[in-house]
């Protein structure tokens, strides 16, 4: 009845409203009397109006730059996706994208939609939006650099460190002398055009380099601290550098240039003397997520804008003010975390991408028309490989590292990726690189960046009889192994209580392994040790209630479901298991309609159905990564569908497949380490015979009961603990919609 009241209140006030309105429209009409309101009449019909007004509206500029940001987000999300798929960092594939729809590419191929969609006009725009997204970008960049590794091996680290800048600045210079009278722009001094030249060689790109050393599973040796501590030097070195290179292209020369250095000086000092102490002041006193209020998020953001622009008006760039206020920001890593998780999706995956196509826009590759050309630009990465590649490599070997450490801090010290962008944009822009040379450093940056990991690659293949990492799983040799995979923390405890029920009884004869993988562009190499032991921390206590022994293992990865794969079938493991989610969008349209478009439009469907690994209409009950780690684990696999698992006492076994007999050994093991009461039923065409039925109650001493599909109601399934069976009697059910699932307590799907 309420719900009555309620709609003939909404009626009837809707209806009131609406009458009062027209009264007042229709009177309002008498007013425009003596006003000279002039009404337009259509000449060409009210569709054409429509369509001119509509063509218009396209042409809006907030329109066109709206449609230009989503074009570009597409275009960078999908060639991010295939950089990782071939082990390539995803800002690898948003460079790309940047070229590919810029004039090299898009404007040869569709001029008229290239001209259309980023006409020149509208360039302004986009650069503006995409400065305030570098801006916000070297702000966690400066906030990502942890100042305190520096202490440590501080000396070996800037000896490696500026042998990596000063001995590829000084091929730079040599590049420049060789290059300047053909390729330097008239009335460019040769001094600017050999210093860009020159920091541009130098120059590592921080972030990337922070996140192969995660994706190598490196970070926590000492090969991974030395090399993140050489390339936060290497950062900080080289864009003070840069500061002082602006100041003098802008200034004219290097005297003229110490006004603006001396005041940048003063700048420094006040931003660390007396904006840090406040900033650690003000994080002190609201450290949690509850305290942090918008006036304190306020006061950091104004820092942020006032840094920035401080250093703007100076003249050594916006950007090195961003960079400078993310590294006074205080240091406590929740602190930061807070800060970098409002900021870099934004500035990541909305700004940079804008950058990119900017860049892009900007590089000409049909500018290199010529076998000459083309050979100046394979000089230019020969001088930018040997440089930084070898400089850094023969620093390292010379103080003392291995020489496969060396070469892999060398190849890593060689990548350039964004941070050479953002250098060769700057010369862009100060007018010091012409378009020409500006498309060969473009070249350089993708190419320095591509070798990186192929490179990383063949050192490890050239050194493959190097001892292997402590860490290595596959030093393990226990009889049954078990590896759990979890995503959420939170699920990581039931896991285990599977785990432990298979296997209580015969600790000496076992071994669980915990593994949690994180996606790599998620984490900080500062906060890493945090997050891996906040992930942990259920599952370990849950091993202690339980008294079982586990192994942690902790991998970051740019593609989980395959890392999981991978590690399963090289650790010698008998049994993975993982858990299933629940997609936020089941049971409602929006859900059914993405559901179906995102099934058809994935990347990998597609590729599956091209290859013939899967149909691209195929229904499944399990998400993509599950189907992909069903793809290439060559492991049995056990997904829990967890509802609150406790104990294991009583297991439910439905035997529905033809191939369903394996399961039988599974039931053994709860009831030899668990004394699992199983009852099993049958199908019609039970997937197991007579005998082996007849063997398996023999030896489970009357552990086992048979019940028929009538008794399997609501009553009896809420007395078990746990479901066991395969995924083909699991999608018999799923394809029946048998409606018991509902009642059905934790699942266990096994797959052979």
């Not at 006409?119 to 939006?129: A, E, H, I, T």
């Not at 975390?337 to 900021?343: C, G």
């Not at 498309?439 to 350089?444: E, G, L, S, W, Y």
């Not at 048979?706 to 018999?732: C, Y």
């Amino acid at each position: 009845m309420k719900q009555f009241k309620n709609l003939i209140f909404y009626i009837t006030t809707i209806g009131i409203a609406g009458i009062i309105m027209y009264w007042i429209v229709i009177s309002g009409d008498h007013l425009e009397v003596g006003r000279n309101v002039v009404v337009h009449l259509s000449s060409k019909g009210y569709w054409q109006d429509f369509l001119s007004g509509f063509w218009q509206n396209l042409r809006h500029p907030l329109a066109l730059l709206l449609a230009q940001i989503v074009v570009i987000i597409l275009a960078a999300r999908f060639f991010g996706w295939i950089c990782q798929k071939i082990g390539q960092p995803s800002v690898m594939g948003e460079i790309i994208a940047g070229i590919i729809l810029g004039p090299s590419v898009l404007g040869s191929l569709i001029p008229g939609f290239s001209a259309t969609l980023f006409p020149v006009k509208s360039l302004d725009n986009l650069q503006m939006l995409s400065q305030i997204g570098l801006v916000m970008f070297m702000f966690v960049v400066g906030m990502e650099l942890d100042l305190k590794v520096l202490k440590h091996k501080a000396s070996e680290a800037v000896v490696i460190s500026h042998a990596s800048i000063i001995i590829p600045f000084t091929a730079g210079m040599g590049l420049a002398f060789y290059i300047y009278r053909s390729f330097a722009p008239m009335g460019v001094k040769f001094t600017s055009f050999g210093l860009f030249l020159a920091i541009a060689m130098s120059i590592t790109a921080f972030p990337v380099l922070a996140r192969i050393v995660q994706e190598r599973g490196i970070h926590k040796t000492k090969l991974g601290a030395m090399v993140i501590t050489c390339a936060a030097a290497d950062d900080i070195t080289a864009w003070s550098l840069l500061a002082v290179v602006i100041a003098i292209v802008k200034a004219g020369s290097f005297v003229s240039a110490l006004y603006t250095i001396l005041l940048a000086v003063i700048y420094v000092v006040i931003m660390i003397m007396v904006i840090k102490p406040f900033l650690k002041r003000v994080a002190e006193l609201h450290e949690s997520n509850e305290n942090l209020s918008k006036p304190i998020v306020a006061i950091f953001f104004f820092i942020l804008i006032l840094s920035a622009y401080s250093t703007e008006i100076i003249g050594i760039h916006a950007l090195f003010g961003g960079f400078l206020a993310g590294t006074i920001m205080p240091t406590n890593p929740k602190f930061r975390n807070l800060f970098i998780e409002k900021i870099e999706d934004v500035a990541m995956v909305l700004f940079l991408p804008l950058f990119f196509v900017y860049t892009g826009l900007r590089t000409e590759i049909g500018l290199l028309n010529n076998i000459g050309l083309w050979e100046i630009c394979g000089l230019i990465i020969l001088v930018a490989v040997v440089g930084k590649f070898v400089g850094s490599a023969f620093a390292s070997k010379f103080v003392g590292h291995s020489w496969k450490d060396s070469l892999t801090i060398g190849a890593l010290m060689n990548t350039r990726g964004l941070m050479e962008l953002v250098v060769l944009n700057i010369g862009y822009d100060l007018g010091v690189l012409a378009p020409q040379i500006f498309a060969m450093m473009v070249i350089m940056a993708l190419v320095t960046t591509f070798m990186t990991g192929p490179a990383l690659n063949l050192i490890d293949l050239i050194f493959k009889k190097e001892i292997r990492e402590e860490t290595d799983i596959t030093a393990i040799s226990p009889i049954f192994r078990v590896l759990i995979s979890f995503g959420i923390a939170e699920r990581g405890p039931a896991l285990l209580r599977i785990a432990h029920g298979l296997t209580r009884k015969s600790a000496d004869k076992t071994s669980i392994t915990a593994m949690h993988l994180s996606p790599s562009n998620e984490l900080h190499h500062y906060n890493i040790d945090e997050y891996e032991q906040e992930s942990f921390t259920p599952i370990i206590s849950e091993s202690v209630v339980l008294n079982q022994n586990i192994t942690t293992l902790f991998k970051p990865s740019g593609n989980i479901s395959a890392d999981i794969a991978e590690v399963a079938n090289s650790g010698e493991f008998n049994l993975l298991l993982i858990g299933m989610g629940q997609s936020i969008f089941e049971g409602t349209l929006l859900g059914r309609i993405l559901g179906f478009t995102t099934h058809i439009i994935k990347p990998e469907r597609i590729i599956g159905t091209f290859t013939g690994h899967e149909g691209l209409f195929e229904k499944t009950s399990f998400d993509d990564r599950i189907r992909q780690i069903f793809t290439n684990s060559k492991i049995p696999i056990g997904i829990l569908i967890d509802k609150g698992v406790k104990d294991i006492n009583r297991i439910f076994l439905p035997i529905i497949g033809e191939n369903d007999g394996f399961l039988l050994d599974y039931a053994k093991r709860f009831i030899d380490n668990s004394a699992s009461e199983i009852t099993l039923s049958f199908s019609t065409t039970p997937g197991v015979n007579k005998k082996e039925i007849d063997s398996f109650e023999k030896a489970s001493r009357g552990k086992v009961l048979q019940v028929t599909g009538q008794s399997i109601n609501k009553d009896f399934l809420n007395n078990q603990d746990l479901v066991l069976m395969s995924n083909e009697g699991w999608q018999h059910l799923m394809k029946s919609k048998s409606l018991w699932l509902q009642y059905a307590p934790s699942i266990l799907i096994l797959k052979q």
